[in-house]
């Protein structure tokens, strides 16, 4: 069966410091990785996508990046921190048209 | 582009009784798919229903279904004999069918849901 992995759970930064946050999936062979936020008390905000290795698309400009390595592990990166950046931070995966799954996801305090 | 409208930020129901959250949604598109995903205070976010727009007969999940209205762009999620365990945000997501399903999920801004008991 496939499984998500998400990780750290929990994360405090100060402003201006970098970033990494890592997503791994198994079970399944060229999935669609995507990396969502979701800020206090708000919905979901799609940041990045990649339908495949080194394929990434960014659907909001803004202070992160992302990566896709190896073709079940997606990368999201900031260079430089910002108070604006802490949410929730999901990564989810399908394969087509399928439900998206979801990792546990990564809550980030920038302080 | 698409969008998700859920009008009820919250919604409280008695424990056993029958709950409906509603949502709408824009799209110019045919094809498409609509999903309910369950976010409990763990936040992790859980799956509930599907819908696929060509469908016409509603989907349900056991205690779950959905009233699909294509015309009117409405997507409503009744529980029926609402348990404890049902509290948790709940999300509307619209995935179009288009560039197979690539670009993800286009999610509502979610209802919180309170059981009473």
């Known amino acids: 069966s496939q499984t998500i992995h998400q990780w750290p759970a929990t994360l405090v930064q100060p402003v201006g410091s970098p970033l990494s946050l890592e997503c791994t999936v198994e079970?399944?062979?060229?999935?669609?990785l995507y990396w969502y936020r979701q800020a206090a008390g708000r919905g979901l905000q799609l940041l990045f996508y990649?339908?495949?290795?080194?394929?990434i698309s960014s659907e909001v400009p803004q202070n992160l990046s992302a990566s896709r390595p190896q073709d079940r592990q997606f990368i999201l990166s900031s260079k430089k921190l910002l108070l604006s950046d802490s949410g929730f931070y999901l990564c989810?995966?399908?394969?087509?048209?399928?439900?998206?799954?979801f990792g546990n996801g990564t809550r980030l305090t920038v302080t | 582009a698409q969008t998700v409208t859920q009008s009820q930020p919250e919604m409280s129901v008695q424990e056993a009784e029958t709950v409906t959250l509603s949502c709408t949604y824009d799209?110019?598109?045919?094809?498409?798919?609509l999903f309910w995903y369950k976010q409990p205070p763990s936040r992790q976010m859980i799956l509930v229903i599907r819908?696929?727009?060509?469908?016409?007969q509603n989907a349900t999940e056991n205690r779950f279904s959905v009233n699909f209205q294509k015309a009117a762009k409405s997507f409503s999620l009744k529980i029926s004999d609402s348990q404890l365990g049902d509290a948790a945000m709940y999300f509307c997501?619209?995935?179009?069918?288009?560039?197979?399903?690539?670009?993800?999920?286009?999610f509502g801004k979610g209802t919180h849901l309170i059981i009473q008991p």
């Open positions: 989810a995966w399908s394969v087509g048209i399928s439900p998206l799954h």
């Open positions: 079970g399944t062979s060229n999935p669609n």
């Open positions: 990649s339908v495949g290795i080194g394929q």
């Open positions: 799209t110019s598109e045919s094809d498409y798919y």
């Open positions: 819908q696929e727009a060509y469908k016409q």
């Open positions: 997501a619209y995935r179009s069918r288009g560039g197979g399903g690539a670009d993800g999920l286009t």
